[in-house]
């Protein structure tokens, strides 16, 4: 079965040229023009991948990526003209799984297209399954059911990713470039932020106290530690 994936933007001529691209290698591509036909297409078709503009008319991208945020963990990659690392940031920070800024070609965006699937294939299906426990944290690497303090967890697929990857090399220094280059994959060289992002949304979900973290501790100068046997 071919992977599913939405396109959303106003730009006619782009859309069709993402959904061309993407439909030339083998990919499911449904498109929509505004946040309003992303949110009724996911409801209805419950696509493995969005790709959803920013700036759109009637409702735009960063309200979709919520309302999506909202009742799906499915990947987000969102598309942009806003190329600052302050604009990257505050897009992630509203769910979005990734940042592609417009002009942008198609190596890169399937690049990043692979990227986010591989993170969803490397988290559900990487090795055997085990239950990863430190502390008061667990994860099943086959269920996904991820609880701390006996509190079950809802996270996104990234977030399932980068968790699993810290309690596999617990107890190691991972510089941020190391972390990318895992998780995200070889086309992100310079997005250090992506890290510090998900990083803060791991603690925000799981550290008692985020301002003064137990599990993911801060290296300065090299990087992050997950410190899991306390």
Not at 162 to 190: Q, S
Request: charged share 30%; proline share 3%.
């Amino acid at each position: 079965m071919s992977v599913r994936v939405l396109v959303v933007d106003d730009d006619d001529a782009l859309r069709r040229f993402v959904e061309r691209n993407l439909s030339a290698r083998g990919f499911s591509v449904t498109t929509a023009s505004n946040g309003l036909e992303a949110l009724a297409v996911v409801g209805r078709d419950q696509p493995d991948l969005v790709i959803l503009d920013i700036m759109m008319p009637r409702m735009d991208g960063l309200e979709a990526c919520r309302r999506i945020r909202a009742s799906s963990t499915m990947p987000i990659i969102a598309l942009t003209a806003l190329d600052t690392e302050a604009d990257t940031v505050r897009i992630l920070d509203e769910g979005a799984d990734d940042c592609l800024v417009k002009p942008f070609g198609v190596d890169e965006l399937l690049a990043r297209v692979r990227s986010a699937l591989r993170r969803v294939r490397w988290h559900s299906g990487a090795g055997a399954h085990a239950v990863l426990r430190f502390r008061d944290l667990e994860l099943d690497t086959e269920s996904l059911r991820t609880t701390v303090r006996n509190r079950e967890l809802d996270l996104t697929r990234t977030e399932l990713a980068l968790l699993r990857y810290f309690m596999e090399n617990a107890g190691k220094v991972l510089p941020h470039t190391r972390i990318l280059a895992d998780v995200w994959g070889p086309a992100y060289r310079g997005e250090s932020h992506y890290v510090r992002v998900y990083v803060s949304r791991l603690r925000q979900k799981i550290e008692e106290d985020p301002a003064r973290p137990e599990y993911f501790i801060t290296e300065y100068g090299l990087g992050y530690r997950f410190a899991g046997w306390g």
